[in-house]
Structures are given as C-alpha cells and as structure tokens.
C-alpha cells in the first residue's frame, strides 16, 4: 500500500547534537512538508519541498535543515542551534492544491 | 499571514448525538482551500473532509459535513451520530498557495458513551 514512512518513532537528542529524521513516500506525490507539533499547539511548517533539489523555509525554519535529492525522501535534520527542539515532527506530502495532505506516523524527538 | 482560529479547546457529545466544531480563519483570498484533519491518540493525523472556496455547496463525507461561510469567513465541523472512534482532536487547515497549510490550535472531542 502506498503511504508516507517516517523513522524513527522515537529519537532522544542530546545537547549539541545533530539528528536527522527520516520521511520516504511511495505515493508519487511532488510535495512534501515537514511540520512540528507542540503539545496543545497545532501543527506548524518547517520546510517545504514542491519539487526535487527544490526546497523553501516555512515559519520556523531556523535551527533546522533539509534535502531533496530524490522525490521519495525528504529528510530533516535537527542541528544543535536548534535550542528547543522537544516536539512531534510531522511529515506529509501532497499530489497538489485541493487534495490536501498524507501524513507519516510521525517522530518524536526528546532532548535529553 | 493567514490565521486560523479554533475558538473550542475542548468539546464532548453523547454517542449517536450530533456536534459541531468551529472554525474561522482570515485571508484576503478569493480562492483557497479549506481542510478537516482529525488526530486520533495514535497521533495519525488523517484528513476528514475538503472544501474549495469556490464552491458554494457545503461538502458532505458520510457523517461528517461542513458549514461554509464564506463571507463570515467560517468553516464549522458538524459530525453526526457519533461514534466513539471520533474520539481525537481535530485540526481546521487553511491552504494558501504552493500547498502550504496553516493549522488551528485544534480541538479535543470526547464522546462519551
């Protein structure tokens, strides 16, 4: 079945660490989107990708950074500036406008 | 920016009743998109229903229907003899161009048996 795989499910960061989060979609889909999620907060937008070696910041794009060498995999890796970087982090991708989004199961990253 | 307001945190029904979640949001647009996601406590967030501000007609996916205003720029929830798998949180999403969604802060229903 087609779908968005995100990996790990849990990842535990330690101070001045850099993390890479894992988002592969089989889907076909052109864009994808990185999203965090902080508790009783909705979903805000990292990075965001329409196109292969293509990518834009989203509202809270520092701290973090991105690729797009192929158009399964969108990866995103949590750099120590990141100062505050505890949260759910959500991936989802899209065939376009109006068809709104397919998210993966998501990762959760701790600091500790 | 577009901002989306959900003005409920927290809202509960009674099994086989029916609720309705609001939401409104601000745009200078004439043409977007309007989305339901729901977030069950699995944390998989799956999209619900879609509206296309063009369209007039309210958009309708079984149980779940929505009550577009465009004017008044709302876009409310109503979720009809419910169950209590809808137990979850759910999120208002405005779509502006390139994909690019903003998110309400969302709202938690309970259903209660």
């Known amino acids: 079945d087609g779908g968005i795989t995100q990996s790990p499910k849990y990842l535990f960061r330690k101070e001045g660490q850099n993390v890479t989060l894992s988002c592969e979609q089989n889907l076909n889909h052109d864009a994808m989107y990185w999203y965090r999620q902080d508790p009783g907060q909705g979903l805000r937008l990292i990075y965001y990708?329409?196109?292969?070696?293509?990518?834009q910041k989203g509202d809270i794009a520092e701290g973090y950074s991105v690729s797009r060498e192929k158009k399964e995999s969108f990866p995103l890796t949590v750099t120590s500036a990141q100062k505050n970087p505890t949260a759910f982090y959500l991936c989802?991708?899209?065939?376009?406008?109006?068809?709104?989004?397919?998210f993966g199961s998501g990762t959760r990253l701790t600091v500790v | 920016a577009q901002t989306v307001t959900q003005s409920q945190p927290e809202m509960s029904v009674q099994e086989a009743e029916t609720v309705t979640l609001s939401c409104t949001y601000d745009t200078s647009e004439s043409d977007y998109y309007l989305f339901w996601y729901k977030q069950p406590p699995s944390r998989q967030m799956i999209l619900v229903i879609r509206?296309?501000?063009?369209?007039?007609q309210n958009a309708t996916e079984n149980r779940f229907s929505v009550n577009f205003q465009k004017a008044a720029k709302s876009f409310s929830l109503k979720i009809s003899d419910s169950q209590l798998g809808d137990a979850a949180m759910y999120f208002c999403a405005y779509e502006e161009g390139a994909g690019k969604s903003t998110f309400g802060d969302g709202t938690t229903l309970t259903v209660k048996p």
């Open positions: 989802a991708s899209t065939f376009g406008r109006y068809y709104g989004y397919t």
């Open positions: 990708s329409q196109i292969v070696n293509d990518f």
């Open positions: 509206q296309e501000a063009y369209k007039q």
